[in-house]
């Protein structure tokens, strides 16, 4: 079974550019997550998605990030414009649900963004 | 407020045993969970807790007391691929996860 899958690994960008991360999570998996994960630092959560629906985006800065995961299945997160600050790996879970019985989170190998 | 403590880094010998430990401070408390990430890679599941007690999953077990808001990992037989780093991480309401800042185990043969 394929994991999570996103591309590209790695981007490096020049500050007020436009980077764009996919995510296409395990087959199956109505929950999708997004977290940025900065060095040295645990992940911290930027979005989750139930099915197509947003339904916690407390922590995305509204300003320059957003998300889409239009049908349901894969998702792409978007940031304009980047900031020096925004340099950090950005990760994308999946699980099979969020509630209930606890469903483990499935990680993919994340993207490192350089914003120079 | 949200909060989690766990130490930075810990050091250890092959074949030892360590422990790992994680104190929080949480609203909407479900359960514990513990993440292994090598440098690089992707967080990968280790154990959930979510009622007292102690989860055994070979040389791994993970411990929850929800009344001292504290839980820990144990690493059994040390190897030198053990050497990552180990994320406790609270689950809350939804499925959230709310990470700590990791500890960073180095095992020296």
């Known amino acids: 079974e394929a994991g999570v899958v996103q591309s590209p690994r790695y981007k490096i960008i020049e500050k007020k550019q436009p980077v764009a991360f996919w995510c296409n999570p395990i087959s199956g998996h109505n929950t999708l997550y997004w977290y940025l994960q900065n060095l040295g630092q645990g992940p911290e959560l930027l979005i989750r998605y139930e099915n197509e629906e947003a339904v916690d985006d407390s922590q995305l800065p509204k300003d320059r990030f957003s998300a889409e995961r239009l049908k349901g299945v894969d998702s792409t997160l978007k940031i304009q414009p980047a900031e020096l600050g925004d340099s950090a790996v950005y990760l994308c879970?999946?699980?099979?649900?969020?509630?209930?019985?606890?469903?483990?989170?499935?990680f993919g190998p994340g993207t490192r963004l350089t914003v120079l | 407020g949200q909060s989690l403590e766990q130490p930075s880094e810990v050091t250890a010998v092959e074949g030892a045993i360590v422990q790992i430990n994680c104190t929080y401070q949480?609203?909407?408390?479900?359960?514990l969970s513990w993440y292994q990430q090598h440098d690089g890679g992707a967080p990968t599941f280790l154990s959930y807790?979510?009622?007292?007690g102690l989860e055994e999953t070979g040389r791994f077990s993970s411990f929850l007391s929800r009344s001292d808001s504290y839980g820990y990992l144990l690493l059994q037989e040390l190897q030198m691929k053990d050497s990552a780093s180990y994320f406790c991480a609270v689950r809350g309401r939804g499925g959230k996860l709310i990470f700590g800042q990791g500890t960073e185990l180095s095992v020296k043969p």
């Open positions: 949480t609203s909407g408390f479900y359960g």
């Open positions: 879970a999946s699980s099979l649900g969020s509630g209930g019985t606890y469903n483990e989170q499935f």
């Open positions: 807790n979510a009622l007292d």
